[in-house]
């Protein structure tokens, strides 16, 4: 388990801006990821502003809980609390098709006890599948040595899009690195293309 707070620039990108970025960098790697989103049927995570996934990667898995952070140490970036649960490959495979035939079933690990200490009961015990994603994720070296990642993903109903994050516990470096980024690459952040989560990206885009 693992409990950190995340805080992070988030920016859409048009593809022709996210494809010139993506070949400008060092990777540090490149992987593909399954994204599986969890809630009750009345939305009750999302109305509280959190989510529950369950993530799956090739060799691994990891179910996540993330919550807003009530004390946060800053209110220009996206921060949240983030709750982590390692997961083997099989298990998560068994919770997602078991999911998707409809059967009940609780998160467990520290993901389970946080839902049960810090929510309603109902809602730890009413949690269905409601959508998915596919991303393709690159991790990058960009400005100042500032790990960038840079996301492309396919939503349940054929729509795509990319996505910049800078993840930094400082968030003047994640100022200046976007700073420099927007004006090597011709984008801008506005409140339409930044901090757009994307778990509603992904429940806006459910079939």
Known sequence: ???NIEI???TLLNQATYEKMSQ???AISDYNQQNFYFDTPDLDLANN???V???IYVDKAEQTLKTKDKNPKQDTYHEVVEINDLLSLDQ???MV???QAGEHFSF???VGNYLNQHFDPNIAANLELKTWSKTHRMLIRGPKECELTLDATLYEDGWADYELEIENDNSTLIKEVLAELEQQFGFKSTKDNTNQNKIQRAFAHRK
């Open 49 to 51: 502003e959190s989510s």
């Open 8 to 10: 992070e620039s988030k």
């Open 97 to 99: 098709e078991a999911a």
């Open 24 to 26: 400008a960098f060092t």
């Open 108 to 110: 467990g690990g520290d």
């Open 53 to 55: 996934r369950i993530r």
């Open 1 to 3: 388990m693992s409990k």
């Open 92 to 94: 998560a495979e068994q």
